[in-house]
């Protein structure tokens, strides 16, 4: 069964940093791609971040480029995000995401 | 970006009774593999979303046969035969044929 387990969120004060981690399980983690999706309190969703099997590519929407860098750790099975310069239009629940499985997401609150 | 645009933007409907949700996007959705990458999540209340269909009409194997989808090009549509309990909550389509993936607003469907 895949399962994919964020963790890392809460509340950060503006231009702070906060780093997300996503363990998946269920499949061979180094065979997919793997994406950031986040979806604003009582909003719709909104993609963050993607990342190639390998490591070798990454893509962001302009929204967050230059502050935020997906990574991962395939022999932990592990994806990151590194959230940096963080305002408050990034409050959102993220969501670890693998071609049509999600997990439970984590809640990042940007807020002085 | 390709703009997806949902209607309705709400439903109310009784158990039994069929469903049917429009999705159009800004430009054709045909990639240059020959694939159409349209997708539809059901997000229920209080959880993160879940997989319905993917590449215009596949169904993923947990997905109950009375819901279904159709459409090529620039418009789509998510039927559900006969609404149950368990399909209340918030639809949404989802393009990943051009860069970036872009959603949908949402469709909520509602039980009267």
């Known amino acids: 069964e895949v399962q994919l387990v964020e963790s890392g969120g809460g509340l950060v004060q503006p231009g702070r940093s906060l780093k997300l981690s996503c363990v998946a399980s269920?499949?061979?983690?180094?065979?997919?791609?793997m994406t950031w999706i986040r979806q604003a309190p009582g909003k719709g969703l909104e993609w963050v971040a993607s990342?190639?099997?390998?490591?070798?590519?990454?893509y962001y929407p302009d929204s967050v480029k230059g502050r935020f860098t997906i990574s991962r750790d395939n022999a932990k099975s592990t994806l990151y995000l590194q959230m940096n310069s963080l305002r408050s239009e990034d409050t959102a629940t993220y969501y670890c995401t693998r071609g049509g499985y999600w997990g439970q997401g984590v809640m990042v609150t940007v807020s002085s | 970006d390709v703009v997806m645009t949902q209607t309705p933007v709400s439903l109310s409907l009784a158990i039994g009774q069929p469903a049917s949700i429009s999705c159009k996007s800004s430009?054709?959705?045909?990639?240059?593999?020959?694939?159409?990458?349209l997708n539809w999540i059901l997000q229920r209340p209080g959880q993160s979303p879940k997989r319905l269909i993917y590449q215009v009409s596949k169904l993923y194997s947990e997905v109950p046969d009375r819901f279904s989808g159709s459409g090529s090009e620039t418009e789509f549509t998510l039927k559900i035969s006969r609404v149950e309990a368990e399909d209340l909550g918030v639809y949404y389509c989802w393009q990943g044929t051009h860069f970036p993936d872009t959603f949908g607003a949402g469709t909520k469907l509602e039980l009267k």
């Open positions: 990342i190639t099997n390998t490591g070798g590519s990454t």
């Open positions: 269920g499949f061979t983690f180094n065979n997919y791609w």
């Open positions: 430009q054709s959705l045909l990639g240059t593999s020959g694939k159409t990458f």
